[in-house]
């Protein structure tokens, strides 16, 4: 079988700063794969580097067998990625943005108008094709950022902490939502600062501290394991 993900032996420094020190892990395909770890563990780096916005300083890293810096198309098109931090074209309706992005990644007109309203079909938000993004609601603005990352059909969806900051209801919606997503068969990367999320959600889970992993397990046996002392957990 494939593995979604093969990393070996994965470092990253800035100056001093050993972002990564040697991460080695594998996501199968088809898993609900939970990075979990505190602030400054090393989750956005490990992203970054997959989807190419930053450069491994050792080791390798392998999306559908793919090397992210030797053959960095065909990784980073397998790869849908929900970020953070929203930065999305506010002038245009949000079924133009999607069409725009799967036109960028070589996508014929028609087929990305498809495209786009599938998308916004899977998230739940196809009757706001016609909004901007900033006049969405804020569980809406997480929908999307979801729908832009499925336009180019990836085969793994990351999610870097889509529960920062959102209240406990959205939170309840997105986890629905994307155990729907893993269910249909995509591979998902979740990142959190949460147990309970990657107990909720996650097949297996690594505990990544001060840029090593330093567990690889069920979320049920890492919480037997005294997990807590790293992990946070969900006050509401
Ligand atoms: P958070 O949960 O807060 O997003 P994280 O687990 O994603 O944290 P990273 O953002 O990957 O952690 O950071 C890992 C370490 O690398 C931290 O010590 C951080 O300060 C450092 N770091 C990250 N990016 C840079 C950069 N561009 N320059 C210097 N240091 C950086």
Known sequence: MTNALEITNLRKSYGDVQALDGVSLTVPEGSFFGLL????AG????ISILVGLVRKSGGEALVFGHDVETDYRAAR?????????FNVDRFFPIHEVLEHKAGYH?????????RAADALKRVGIYDKRNTRFDWLSGGMKRRFMIARALVTEPEL???DEPSA??????????????????????????????????????????????????AVASPEALKGRGA?????HLHN
């Open 37 to 40: 770890g505190p602030n400054g």
């Open 43 to 46: 989750k956005t780096t490990f």
């Open 77 to 85: 098109d397998a790869i849908g990625l929900a970020p953070q931090e």
């Open 106 to 114: 070589g996508i014929p007109a028609a087929e990305a108008r498809v």
């Open 157 to 159: 969806l990351i999610l």
């Open 165 to 214: 900051g959102v209240d406990v209801q959205l939170r309840r919606d997105l986890w629905d939502l994307v155990t729907e997503l893993n269910e249909q068969g995509t591979t998902i990367l979740l990142t959190t600062h949460y147990i309970e999320e990657a107990e909720r959600l996650c097949d297996e889970v690594a505990i990544l501290d001060s840029g090593r992993v330093v």
């Open 228 to 232: 807590d002392h790293i992990t946070i």
